[in-house]
Nanobody, 115 residues
Framework: QVQVVESGGGLVQAGGSLRLSCTASGSVFSINLMGWYRQAPGKEREFVAR???????NYADSVKGRFAISRDNARNTIYLQMNSLKPEDTGVYYC?????????WGKGIQVTVSS
């Protein structure tokens, strides 16, 4: 089992920045990918960014150039630096951890961007 805990959300004005953190614990020896998804009110959950064990990254087109994902393997932690935030970035952000035995989700953390 893997436990996933997110932190760092909050309220920010458009154009501002936030940094999210996600830490995995438990059976962390089998982690392959870690990433972020988000869900806006009334919408489906969507992919935001992910990072592999060796540091390869992928981003949704909507956040390229504004968000940066990074990883601290020693702490089993990933970060999502979000800059130039827009109201449409508002939603609950979920951390996703993919292991050789399945995938795990955090409970989510609210990010609200005011216009």
């Amino acid at each position: 089992q893997v436990q996933v805990v997110e932190s760092g959300g909050g309220l920010v004005q458009a154009g501002g920045s936030l940094r999210l953190s996600c830490t995995a614990s438990g059976s962390v020896f089998s982690i392959n990918l870690m990433g972020w998804y988000r869900q806006a009110p009334g919408k489906e959950r969507e992919f935001v960014a992910r990072i592999s064990l060796i540091g390869s990254t992928n981003y949704a087109d909507s956040v390229k150039g504004r968000f940066a994902i990074s990883r601290d393997n020693a702490r089993n932690t990933i970060y999502l630096q979000m800059n130039s935030l827009k109201p449409e970035d508002t939603g609950v952000y979920y951390c996703n951890v993919v292991t050789s035995r399945g995938q795990y989700w955090g409970k989510g953390i609210q990010v609200t961007v005011s216009s």
